[in-house]
């Protein structure tokens, strides 16, 4: 892998299928450059969280509760209709994902903000290689 494809970035969700396509190309012999993370604990940190199971008014204003989100999309039921299914599997991902123990990642992560960077920076976090946080604004 060359260019941006090597240095992938996720954020919240998608940090767990970050790390876990990071973990899956280590296992071909293709280890990428770096993998970028925000807002998502540890992978080996599981989640009790049932936001996917909440009712629709319920599981938008979780979302809403999240932040940046655009409004406008809230306000067009037709848009928000198109996109709640989506949200909601994400949801369903994010949530029940267990860790299942394989080698650490030789891949180094980069975690941002820098809140709980010992969760995310310990080996018990899935990386062998190196690790970071920053925070940014």
Known sequence: MTGPADRPFRSQHGATLGFEVARRLESTGTRP????????????????????LRDDASLIAAVKALGGTDSQVFADEAALEMVLPSIRT????????????EPLLETPI???????IAKRLSTRSGTGGNASAACSP
């Open 33 to 52: 450059h770096a993998l970028f993370v925000s807002g998502r604990v540890a992978p080996t940190r599981a989640r009790d969280e049932t936001v996917h």
């Open 110 to 116: 980069h975690a941002t903000p820098a809140i709980a």
């Open 90 to 101: 994400d949801c369903t991902a994010a949530e029940t994902y267990r860790y299942e123990p």
